[in-house]
Each structure stands twice: as C-alpha cells, then as structure tokens.
C-alpha cells in the first residue's frame, strides 16, 4: 500500500474561492512537493480542473511525473456520463489505475437510480481502459447507500475511495462508515480531525488536525484495509483551519503536510 499526497493535501496553497495566495501551488509543484516529503503518488482531484487541459498537456505531465518516479491519481467531481467519459479518458491518459468521484456537483444531486444507471452504462469504457471506479463517501449518501451502489453495479470494477469524515454530513460516524466501506476501499483518503463541544454547550465543532493528532486511529485502520487486500493507496488530506490571512493559512498547510508525512511514514505501514 502506497502512500500520498493530494490537491486536497494542499488546499489553501491552491486557491479556495477567491482566497488564492501570491503564489498559488499547482500540479506541477504538487510533483515537487512529492519529491521534498519523500512520496511517491500524488492524486490529483477536482480543485485541479484536468479537463481544461489538453491531451497534449496532459502526456507532458504524465511523463514529467514518471520521469520523477511519481505515480498519479486521478478525481473528479460531478458523476455525469459526459464527466465520467471525459475523466476516464484523462485517467487513462495519466496512467491512473483508478478514478475517484464526488457523485454530486454544483447544483447537480441525481438519485440513486440515476446513479446507478451512469455508473452500470460507463463499465464497458472503464474495463477497456483498465480503470477501477472509486466512489467517495462524501457527506449526502449513507455508508449502506454507497455499498448497494458498488453491488448493485459490479463489485470487480467499483469499489470506494474511502474519506475519514465526510460521512459526518450523512450523520454517520466513523466506525459506522467502517464497518460497511472498509471490504469496498479502493483508495483511503487520511483526514485526521477533532470534535469538541462550544463553549456554550450547545453543540459541537469538527476541525482539522495534522495527521496522528486527533481521533482517527490511522494505524488500526491501515491495518484492517491491509486486511482485505484491495486497497492500493492512502492519501494524505488536511482539512487546516485558516489563520489571520492567506499566507499565513498556507505556512500553516505546509507545515501541517510536512509533519503528517513524517507521522505516517514514521508507522513503518507503507511501501518507500
């Protein structure tokens, strides 16, 4: 199992909205970033738009990064059939063993039928071109919603890009998701996080921490994806709570993607 980063590793030194630093990181500095932490995969998911690139730009990428020993994974946001054509077109391009999706977009939530049917009438691209489907548990759907879209289409070629806290806004917790995802993950998104009451007792704040910091016991859970034999990388994101300004916020990411990867690889799970 390999061990990552992502644009979502790094989302504040790419632009939020228009919170965009003076110098914005881009997919090639993400490739640069690798190489300073001493990884070897970087997944590229939808705050980096691959679909305004060209072919062209893309095979340049895509051999700059195997000229670095950098292995690239794919993410898109949006599960339309144009969307899923076109990025299985880019993940392939890229050399990217699967592509992971955020089902809903910008005013796009289809039902579960729809889905299904999407994903059911993609299988044939994606088997010609070699790519896993990876679907992410990402706030609107139910950990059991998302395993009856895997069985219900074609566990060999879908499986779940697997997030740490996202379920939250299905209001499930971790074990939960756990339990009913783990068997399916393809991919395992490392989001370390923390829940504390407010000061007025009246509910609770979930904010990001570096990597071993906060409530998410990483190594049982690499251990149990160990188990199951199917997923093939563990990707490093931070969800960093802003400081005063943009710069400060990014010295902030930095330095908390700096100590994740050490904390991570310091647990002797991964492949060097």
């Not at 914005?24 to 070897?40: I, R, S, W």
């Not at 783990?182 to 998104?189: E, V, Y």
């Not at 504390?196 to 071993?212: I, L, N, S, W, Y």
């Amino acid at each position: 199992m390999q061990l990552g980063i992502s644009s979502y590793t790094y989302t504040w030194s790419i632009g939020v909205g228009e919170q965009k630093p003076s110098s914005p990181l881009d997919a090639h500095g993400l490739l640069q970033k690798a190489m300073e932490l001493g990884v070897k995969l970087v997944q590229l998911a939808d705050n980096i738009p691959l679909e305004r690139w060209t072919d062209e730009a893309l095979r340049e990428f895509g051999q700059k990064a195997n000229d670095m020993g950098i292995g690239l994974e794919v993410g898109g946001r949006g599960l339309t059939p144009e969307r899923l054509t076109q990025y299985i077109r880019i993940a392939k391009i890229l050399g990217s063993p699967f592509l992971r999706f955020v089902i809903d977009g910008e005013d796009y939530e289809p039902d579960q039928e729809t889905i299904q049917n999407i994903i059911k009438d993609g299988l044939n691209s994606l088997s010609n071109a070699g790519i896993l489907l990876a679907i992410e548990n990402h706030d609107r759907f139910l950990s059991r919603e998302l395993a009856q879209f895997i069985h219900q289409t074609n566990p060999l070629q879908v499986g779940i890009c697997l997030d740490s806290v996202n379920s939250l806004g299905a209001g499930e917790g971790i074990q939960e998701v756990l339990g009913q995802l783990i068997p399916l993950t393809i991919n395992f998104h490392i989001k370390d996080f923390g829940i504390k009451r407010k000061d007025h007792q009246m509910g609770f704040e979930v904010f990001g921490t570096p990597a071993g910091e906060g409530l998410l016991d990483i190594p049982g859970i690499i251990k149990k994806l160990k188990h199951f034999r199917r997923c093939g990388s563990c990707i490093l994101e931070l969800w960093t709570p802003p400081e005063r300004d943009i710069e400060e916020t990014v010295k902030k990411e930095q330095a908390w993607a700096r100590q994740s990867i050490a904390y991570l690889q310091s647990l002797g799970l991964f492949e060097n």
